[in-house]
């Protein structure tokens, strides 16, 4: 083989590893931007109905609230989800305390950490975040 021919195949052999590259990266992101399918169908978190004659307090999964997030949100407006006891859309996501056990809205109190609990301010994130020494 003479060495135009090689330069010309070495050339062809760059161009399809960067279209390969090109493409995973593309897959990548796309894969990204839909974190609601990343989430572990296992993990559940705490809803509370922010009815004042009901304020029931449950579980569902994770990946449930997620999607309805992401189907039924108007900009940065989250809306209430169909409560699981009284059937109003006034169910939002909560935390439970991991140290006294208070269920309470996710950052609805608007303090430095959107797990802070009212009652005890513990919060989970805050202590993750010193352990990671940060
Ligand atoms: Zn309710
Ligand atoms: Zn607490």
């Known amino acids: 083989m003479d060495q135009g021919k090689k330069s010309l195949l070495l050339v062809l052999l760059v161009i399809v590893l960067g279209v390969v590259a090109v493409l995973l990266f593309l897959g990548r992101a796309r894969r990204g931007s839909h974190g609601v399918e ?5 993990e559940k978190t705490w809803m ?7 304020q029931a307090k449950y579980e569902i ?5 997620f999607e309805f997030v992401e189907n039924n949100r ?3 407006q989250v809306p209430g989800m169909k409560c ?5 859309t006034s169910a939002f996501r ?10 309470f809205l996710y950052g609805a109190k608007g303090l ?8 005890c301010h513990y919060s989970k994130m ?4 010193k352990a990671r020494g940060g």
Do not use: F, H, L, W
């Open 38 to 42: 990343s989430i572990d169908s296992a």
């Open 48 to 54: 509370m109905c922010t009815d004042p004659g009901c």
């Open 61 to 65: 999964a994770k990946k449930e609230y």
């Open 74 to 76: 108007t900009g940065m």
């Open 84 to 88: 699981g006891e009284c059937g109003k």
């Open 94 to 103: 909560a935390v439970k305390c991991g140290k006294c056990g208070n269920i």
């Open 112 to 119: 430095d950490y959107a797990d802070r609990c009212p009652k």
């Open 126 to 129: 805050e202590q993750d975040r």
